[in-house]
């Protein structure tokens, strides 16, 4: 499923097309996906202009003026595709059928941004002027923002029993953090993802803070990480799976210098984390 890095990097693929336009035309080409649709969905949407696009955690959400937002979740197949009437389909790979065109917009200038999801696990909502949405209601600090903090982590982690990786995860504690890139934060921080959340000390959290950005950013530099399903909004695949220090590379040895440990595989709450016992305490 599409973590910070590849929403954010959709995000802005989307910007140029969506962003202070009017979306002229929408079609909803089926009553549900994941949940149903809103059965005003088009006629809310048809005529608005676009003032912004934000990322909440794994969400994006449309801005129109005076009528609320979209609110958009990829789920774990969705893409969104940029087809522009002057150049062409020239967005579209053939591989992506389009019997999985779900919802479709319209700009004035002809360009279709289309949110096609085979698996429909995917969302699209809306949020009325002024409200906040459940599934944005309870969310914690984004972890690239000043709100995210080492005094901020640490007393969210004070006292929990629960393991580090299983804390980071809880979108409660920190909004947008996956399984990637909690594992490989948590490999550079030196953490072993088993370590009970309350037992790590402020400087570690400090330093956990730090790798947390630095991973989210070199990620979203890198377009996000293609592994099955992620592409970004211009249809290239992401790269950052290239650098991984840990996740996927169960059997490869420590990259950290000096470190002759080997990557190991666990389960913890059904998702596989990968770490190097010798080098994360």
């Known amino acids: 499923m599409p973590e910070l890095p590849e929403v954010e990097t959709v995000r802005r693929g989307l910007a140029p097309h969506l962003e202070g336009h009017v979306i002229a035309r929408?079609?909803?080409?089926?009553?549900?996906?994941?949940?149903?649709l809103p059965p005003d969905l088009v006629q809310v949407v048809t005529g608005a202009r676009v003032t912004g696009l934000r990322r909440r955690s794994k969400y994006i959400l449309v801005d129109l003026e005076d009528r609320g937002s979209i609110l958009?979740?990829?789920g774990m197949s969705g893409r969104m595709l940029i087809e522009d009437a002057l150049q062409g389909d020239f967005h579209r790979d053939p591989a992506i059928l389009p019997r999985h065109d779900h919802v479709l917009f319209w700009n004035e200038q002809g360009t279709r941004i289309t949110f096609n999801d085979?698996?429909?696990?995917?969302?699209?909502?809306?949020?009325?002027?002024?409200?906040?949405?459940?599934?944005?209601?309870h969310l914690g600090p984004e972890p690239l923002s000043d709100d995210f903090t080492p005094a901020l982590l640490a007393e969210a982690l004070a006292g929990r029993k629960s393991p580090i990786k299983a804390a980071l995860l809880?979108?409660?504690?920190?909004?947008?953090l996956g399984n990637i890139y909690v594992s490989e934060a948590l490999s550079r921080a030196g953490i072993d993802p088993r370590r009970a959340s309350g037992r790590i000390s402020d400087q570690r959290i400090a330093a956990l803070v730090g790798h947390i950005r630095d991973v989210l950013t070199e990620a979203i530099a890198?377009?996000?990480?293609?592994?099955?399903?992620?592409?970004?909004a211009t249809g290239e695949l992401g790269y950052f799976q290239h650098s991984f220090r840990v996740y996927g590379r169960e059997g490869a040895p420590c990259p950290t210098p000096g470190c002759t440990g080997t990557i190991r595989r666990v389960v913890q709450s059904g998702r596989s984390s990968f770490f190097c016992p010798d080098c994360q305490k």
């Open 72 to 74: 958009l979740h990829l």
């Open 26 to 36: 929408a079609e909803a080409r089926r009553p549900d996906l994941r949940w149903p």
């Open 222 to 232: 890198a377009g996000g990480s293609s592994l099955r399903d992620h592409r970004q």
């Open 118 to 137: 085979a698996r429909r696990f995917g969302m699209v909502d809306l949020v009325a002027p002024g409200a906040t949405h459940p599934m944005l209601a």
């Open 170 to 176: 809880d979108q409660r504690i920190v909004a947008g």
